[in-house]
């Protein structure tokens, strides 16, 4: 299966300069460390951290807040979210950490009774009853600390109900142990199972193509799903990144600037039972409008595609995203075929080992908008500058789909309650051998025809381009 390593440089810009970087890594002379760094991919994690980008391409984010100082308290209103956001290491050292320090303090609770009671000073003595037995240092009275909490029950040591405090703190530590493990096991769950653990099961290609498709430049990412359950009402919609300056002077670094991307023809609703294709077309409501192959030197922009649907296992909701530079676009190429039907086993092949490759399409050199100024001059070469820029703002005319109907069969009128009365209103009677005024009296009469029946009835028709005699002809 080809890909862009195999296509030849044919005026199309391609960028490989990060790869070919990695591959020529001074690690990567020695054999047994380039093999454990190629199956860690240190490689990959490298340019990752190279690549100048918003978001990286698992979906992170690499903003970096500061000046919070007079905000931390805000994340102890939010405890429980800001313990989930936690990095494992944290998490981890959070869950070992809190029982610990309520084994030391029962520990440390069950040591003062003891010392209160005096029974450090009676050890080995068999006529003293002490709080607790077989208990006569702090090592001891830890061990019995998590015994109680824990409900181990070694069998050595137990209370006795007749010291004060006794059964007082057997309840209250039983009590707040019950209430730690619900706290730190609900904690912990919540951790393993988190929606956006989900995204690591759905693949996006790494790099976003630039071609033709339907007679227009339009951007294809490629996204698929390797889970056999997949998510529910998903859709998508992407955001592109570029800085922006008003009218009034004002620079605006990070714009935002919404990017629709529709799947096949489902518009932006998705169905992953295979990898689809996404695809956002240029035109002039595109913030791509202006963008070409040539300012990848001189631009800075970066796209993000979010999916968003609903886990069909656990019924969460999840948004998966990544993250496209300008240089990792591919102007003129096309996804490669992953597809493959299976005539021996009657079933469809997925690939997934090609879902990244890609093949030379076309040559692009120019924008959405310079292709656009092109085929205008090639149509209308006499418009001069203050014509084209009329032609330009003028809005396009957009059609609307609508339900096909077949027109070898005339569409029935309802029933009238004169037959012998005409759906037009009585016109004066001419006589004239002129064959110009027949024809405008004929189209007359067509035209009251036409408007009567619609008023009167009305039904679905596609023919945005049928003439008014073509239909009145059917009316007749």
Not at 340 to 366: C, K, L, M, P, Q
Not at 429 to 436: A, C, G, H, L, V
């Amino acid at each position: 299966m080809p890909n862009t390593k195999d296509v030849p440089e044919v005026g199309t810009i391609y960028l490989y300069d990060e790869q070919q970087a990695a591959s020529k890594s001074r690690w990567n002379k020695i054999p047994f460390v380039s093999f454990f760094r190629r199956k860690l991919k240190l490689d990959e994690k490298e340019l990752e951290d190279k690549r100048q980008a918003i978001m990286k391409k698992n979906g992170k984010y690499r903003v970096r807040y500061s000046g919070l100082n007079g905000y931390r308290q805000k994340y102890l209103h939010d405890i429980y979210i800001s313990m989930i956001d936690l990095k494992w290491r944290y998490a981890f050292a959070l869950f070992f950490n809190v029982y610990l320090l309520s084994f030391l303090f029962f520990g440390v609770m069950w040591w003062i009774i003891a010392y209160n009671h005096g029974d450090f000073d009676h050890v080995n003595d068999p006529r003293w009853e002490p709080c607790v037995s077989d208990v006569y240092s702090f090592p001891r009275c830890l061990l019995f600390s998590i015994e109680t909490q824990t409900t181990i029950g070694y069998g050595v040591a137990y209370p006795n109900t007749d010291c004060d405090g006794t059964l007082f703190m057997v309840y209250l530590q039983i009590t707040i142990g019950i209430l730690l493990d619900n706290l730190l096991l609900g904690f912990m769950f919540v951790k393993f199972a988190q929606p956006k653990r989900r995204q690591k099961t759905i693949l996006f290609s790494k790099n976003a193509c630039i071609t033709y498709h339907e007679k227009e430049l339009a951007i294809q990412i490629r996204v698929g799903d390797i889970r056999k359950s997949h998510l529910l009402a998903a859709q998508v919609h992407g955001v592109l990144i570029r800085r922006h300056v008003t009218d009034e002077g004002v620079n605006y670094p990070l714009y935002m600037k919404k990017v629709d991307f529709t799947a096949d023809d489902m518009d932006d609703t998705i169905v992953l039972m295979w990898p689809m294709i996404l695809s956002h077309k240029i035109t002039e409501d595109s913030p791509f409008y202006d963008i070409k192959p040539a300012d990848l030197t001189n631009e800075k922009y970066e796209l993000i595609v979010f999916i968003e649907g609903t886990i069909e296992t656990t019924g969460e909701f999840c948004q998966v995203r990544t993250s496209y530079t300008p240089r990792e676009f591919l102007w003129g190429h096309r996804f490669d075929r992953i597809e493959e039907f299976d005539s021996g086993n009657g079933r469809w092949e997925i690939d997934f080992a090609g879902f990244n490759d890609v093949v030379y399409a076309t040559n692009i050199r120019h924008s959405a908008r310079e292709l656009a100024s092109f085929r205008r001059r090639k149509y209308f070469p006499t418009l001069n500058q203050k014509q084209e820029e009329t032609y330009e703002k003028t809005p396009t005319i957009q059609t609307k789909n609508m339900k096909t109907v077949s027109y070898e069969v005339p569409p029935t009128l309802p029933p009238r309650d004169d037959e012998t009365s005409s759906i037009m209103p009585s016109l004066p009677e001419t006589e004239t051998d002129d064959e110009s005024s027949s024809i405008v009296s004929t189209d007359t009469v067509l035209e009251h025809k036409l408007r009567k029946a619609e008023s009167n009835m009305s039904f679905e028709t596609a023919a945005d381009g049928v003439s008014l005699n073509e239909t009145s002809r059917y009316l007749w």
